[in-house]
């Protein structure tokens, strides 16, 4: 029996688009008005009525919003699902990419490279073209690569040809090395349709029903990757393409380019069904007055309705703490209370903090109140060293050309492989065109006068490789003799390099360091533990895990911490990370000048204050019943602004966004602490000339 009853559970435009199966549907609607829903819905209306999994294709923004799909899905349909395909387009790539590589001249097993990996190899091809690393700014010359990459800047026309023969080191690294980058998992796939034809046939053939959920945000490379697999061959031909979307939630916006590819998208697929939705169920009335407020006041938007039923609704309260860290510990005190007072879960809240660098202040007071929580979002997991480290360790026994990992872990834990060494190494890899860990394989067995720089360290360069092998074998090879799991096999590996001393000698001074790196090695641990008893991972083996984490971590969007799926926790996230969730409360801090609107956007010119505000649009709208906003008196300016004569810790002024949501809806509250009659008086006159 089908338990999908949509006629009940959906209203007439939702319904509507459900059923709309055939040719292209275009739905731009507000927050919380149900684009989402309607897709989890399509889908498992598409089940019920016979589609086969295997034909149907949708792409969400990011991991955690695919997994939440399937889950929707499985619950509508009561179907397991097998063949189903919902994830990032990066992640759709990547399996284009793990079936076709081969036909560019990759091999299969190829490594994903973060941004850390990245910037080592862009550093290395400075070098290598003998250019000083010093003074060069990676993140922007890697931004000038990805340019290049996707075709978006050509070299001598905006990107800087000083640079081109970097450039070409760089791809030239990467194919040695046989890494990719994230450009390369949308730009490969569309290269190889378009030069295979019969491969791209094969994939349209395939995936007969196309969705896009956060369409507003879907880059161009993404867009015309998708149009490859959705356009009709021929006039009348098959494009079941459904994109849902919203204009106002745009915050990856490309060169000011905001609804581009909303534009494009009616023009490429002509006879588009356009639907409008326009009831929030998400929020109250308070919640999305305040949000319609902020919202209106930007000029470049198709402008749309949007109410909800759910009329009335708390206060929004605004609090003035003294610093960041009383920001922190207020959030985490309210937290603890709501809990206790209207028995809330802590899943019920969200924390949403506008960069990263604000993270640390609010784990702290977390861990101070004792409250669980997980950080999404962001470098906060997996970009720490101890996790990297583990994770090099399995990206080698994974591919062991791999040199950038390779170099990660090669003396990490220390083991006597000294720089002279590492040089010779990396001259004979170079000589020989080779990776390292061939050119190592080599020093192994030559005679002692061969390589004489490097006859110290042969013995440690046999121990390594020894253990790279031996965990290949057990990871990988037949010789699993125990039938291990991944996470068994981790723990080993901690155990086997000894890594807890290692940390212990890195922090001597501080063991609670050392101690609090290392329980993070168990919670990864846990989590592999957790990914390989679900029972929907048909593969819970190294290469599937290894992608997902290279995914999770990847610049491309939110990530998740390693307890997902843990209920239970509070959920602390940047605003990016939070796009397309709902939690019942929300906190926003740090809502001040400077933070929101992020400085570096106000440089930037007014394009950009209409994203941040769009940004801010989105915090809000993630709200159902309740909604905290915070903005300190003074905070520490080090990572905002980083002007000469700076004071590291500077008064703040009120974000301008907060003026835009109408006054009635909002609680102030007085600074806790008693300031003194002149920051009293200052403070007052700041406020009212702000809500004047
Ligand atoms: P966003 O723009 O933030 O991504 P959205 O348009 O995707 O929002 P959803 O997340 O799909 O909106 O829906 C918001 C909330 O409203 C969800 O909890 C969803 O289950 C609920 N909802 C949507 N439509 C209905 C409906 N017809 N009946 C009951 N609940 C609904
Ligand atoms: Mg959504």
């Known amino acids: 029996m089908s338990r999908l009853n949509i006629e009940a559970e959906l209203n007439g435009p939702q319904l509507e688009a459900v059923s709309a199966l055939e040719g292209p549907v275009l739905i731009i609607a507000g927050a919380g008005s149900g684009k989402t829903r309607v897709i989890a819905y399509r889908i498992a209306y598409m089940l019920e009525k016979g589609i086969p999994q295997s034909a149907i294709l949708a792409l969400t923004f990011t991991n955690k919003a695919a997994r939440e799909m399937e889950s929707r899905v499985r619950e509508l349909s009561g179907k397991k699902l097998q063949s189903l395909t919902v994830s990032t387009f990066h992640s759709f790539g ?259 903090i506008r960069t990263n660098s604000m993270t640390r202040a609010i784990e702290e007071a977390f861990l101070a109140e004792n409250l669980p929580y997980q950080v999404s979002g962001g470098t906060s997991f997996f970009q720490r060293k101890e996790i990297k480290d583990i994770l090099s360790y399995l990206r080698v026994i994974g591919n062991a050309d791999d040199d950038v990992n390779l170099l990660r872990i090669i003396n990490t834990p220390r083991r006597g492989i000294g720089k002279t060494m590492i040089s010779v190494i990396t001259d004979l890899a170079r000589k020989n065109h080779s990776s390292l860990w061939d050119a190592m394989g080599r020093l192994r067995y030559a005679p002692d006068t061969l390589f ?94 290894l992608n997902r984490i290279s995914l999770i971590t990847s610049g491309d969007g939110p990530d998740e911490g390693p307890d997902e799926g843990a209920r239970g926790k509070v959920n602390l996230m940047t605003i990016h990370a939070a796009k397309g969730l709902e939690f019942p409360v929300v906190f926003i801090a740090g809502a001040e000048d400077g933070i929101i609107p992020h400085a570096r956007s106000l440089e930037e010119g007014d394009g950009n204050i209409e994203e941040e505000r769009r940004l801010f649009y989105v915090a809000i709208t993630r709200a159902r019943d309740k909604l905290f906003i915070t903005s300190c008196l003074r905070r520490r300016r080090a990572q905002f602004q980083k002007q000469a004569g700076d004071e590291p810790v500077a008064d703040s002024r009120l974000s301008p966004f907060l003026a835009e949501i109408p006054g009635h809806l909002v609680e102030y509250h007085e600074p806790e602490k008693a300031l003194d009659a002149a920051e009293a008086e200052d403070f007052f006159a700041r406020i009212k000339s702000q809500f004047a």
């Not at 609670?512 to 991972?537: M, V």
Request: negative net charge.
């Open 94 to 352: 990547v399996r284009i990419l793990r079936e076709e590589i081969e036909k560019l001249g990759y091999r299969k097993n190829f490594s994903i490279y973060d941004e850390t990996d990245r910037n080592q190899l862009i550093r290395d091809s400075l070098r290598e073209c003998r250019l000083s690393v010093d003074g060069v700014d990676l993140y922007k010359l890697g931004q000038i690569f990805s340019n290049v990459k996707i075709g978006r800047l050509r070299w001598g026309e905006g990107a800087d040809s000083g640079f081109e023969r970097v450039y070409g080191e760089y791809q030239n690294g990467l194919k040695v090395y046989n890494a990719l980058d994230f450009d390369d998992l949308l730009v490969l796939p569309i290269q190889l349709f378009e030069e295979h034809p019969e491969i791209r046939g094969k994939y349209r053939t395939r995936y007969r029903y196309i969705m896009v959920d956060e369409f507003q945000d879907t880059s161009l490379i993404q867009y015309r990757l998708m149009r490859l697999l959705a356009e009709a061959d021929s006039p009348g031909g098959n494009c079941n393409i459904c994109v849902v979307g919203d204009d106002d939630q745009s915050i990856y916006s490309w060169r000011g380019a905001n609804y581009e590819n909303i534009l494009m998208f009616e023009r490429d697929f002509p006879g588009v069904r356009e639907i409008k939705l326009e009831q929030n169920y998400r929020s109250t009335t308070t919640i999305l007055e305040a949000a319609n407020g902020v919202i209106s006041n930007n000029t470049n938007r198709k402008g749309k309705t949007l109410w909800s039923g759910n009329t009335g609704g708390k206060p929004i309260e605004l609090f003035h703490p003294q610093t960041e860290s009383d920001e922190a510990d207020f959030i985490a005190r309210r937290i603890r209370e709501l809990c206790l007072r209207e028995r809330r879960n802590y899943d019920d809240f969200g924390v949403l």
């Open 452 to 545: 004489p720089d490097a006859a110290k360290g042969r013995a440690e360069i046999d121990h390594f490789m020894n253990l790279i092998e031996f965990y290949r074998n057990e990871i990988l090879g037949s010789q699993n003799r125990k039938g291990w799991h991944l996470s068994q096999q981790v723990r080993s590996l901690t155990d086997n390099i000894d890594y807890w001393s290692y940390l212990m000698s890195e922090y001597s001074k501080n063991e609670k360091i050392a101690h609090w790196k290392f329980l993070n090695i168990e919670s990864l641990i846990r989590s592999i533990e957790t990914w390989e008893s679900n029972p929907d991972n048909l593969n819970p083996t190294l290469y599937p895990y």
